[in-house]
């Protein structure tokens, strides 16, 4: 997949829309589907927190992902056997175990794959059908639903702008991303930048979004391009959070 360099050259202006569609495929269905996304730490959550305090359905691929690696599964087995007893979760260590069976030790894990791409590759291989099998059967659940959120942090990696209508990408500044994810996830300077890296450029993403979410400073300025959005999608609804 080709890559470019870093660019912090995007406005941070309040509303920033492109009513063209980038050049990628879309879903053209009759329901409109959001493909929310943007850089790791990026402020997506919170984003997506807001959307359901606001009755629209959101669909998690992070959370499918990390259910699709639950003790006893295909994929968590597959994990296991790929990278043995240093990525299998000690008995007596601050996750979750379950009754006979082995878990994984998502931050052992991440430490192996976000040093080594074909290793990423390889999980992402094994992980990201099991993501899209969950998205058409939670989609499935919603087929009178005018709107839904599909949250999709590796939206344009791994090629899955098809599933949705429009895209949203909430961006914040380099610095700001560094220190949440190190701070979120109690990484060091070295292990952050390897995972904001192992993702396109935050430059790019913005390059590709539909509507641009500003996540620099106070959420009351994405809060109001939310609400100027949604009210443009569908204007019979009254979206109050």
């Known amino acids: 997949m080709r890559r470019f360099e870093p660019r912090v050259s995007y406005r941070l202006e309040s509303v920033i829309e492109h009513w063209h569609l980038s050049a990628t495929s ?21 984003v997506a927190r807001y959307l359901q305090d606001l009755g629209i359905v959101v669909l998690d691929a992070d959370r499918y992902a990390h259910e699709a690696l639950k003790a006893g599964s ?3 087995e597959a994990v296991l056997k790929r990278y043995g007893r240093q990525v ?19 931050r052992e894990l991440g430490r192996i794959v976000f040093k080594n791409q074909d290793e990423r590759r390889w999980l992402e291989q094994t992980i990201h059908p099991l993501v899209l099998a969950r998205f058409d059967l ?6 009178e639903t005018s709107t839904v959120v599909l949250m999709i942090p ?17 961006h914040c500044l380099p ?31 913005c390059e590709q979004a539909d509507l641009l979410l500003d996540n620099c ?25």
């Not at 053209?28 to 997506?44: D, E, F, V, W």
């Not at 939670?138 to 087929?143: D, F, G």
């Not at 610095?175 to 790019?204: F, V, Y």
């Not at 009351?220 to 204007?235: E, Y």
């Open 217 to 241: 400073s106070a959420p009351i300025g994405w809060k109001r391009q939310i609400q100027t959005r949604l009210a443009r999608i569908n204007p019979s609804e009254g979206l109050t959070p």
């Open 175 to 205: 610095a700001q991303q560094l220190e949440r994810l190190k701070q979120r996830d109690g990484l060091s300077t070295a292990e952050a930048e390897a995972r904001i890296n192992a993702q396109w450029p935050m430059s790019q993403k």
């Open 138 to 143: 939670e989609l499935a659940k919603h087929p």
């Open 74 to 76: 295909q994929a968590s």
């Open 154 to 170: 590796l939206l344009f990696e791994a090629d899955l702008t098809e599933l949705v209508s429009e895209i949203w990408v909430v």
């Open 26 to 46: 879309r879903w053209h269905g009759a329901q409109h589907r959001i493909g929310l996304t943007g850089g790791i730490a990026s402020g997506k959550s919170s």
């Open 88 to 106: 299998e979760a000690a008995q007596d260590c601050d996750i979750e175990q379950s009754s006979g069976q082995r878990n994984i030790n998502r």
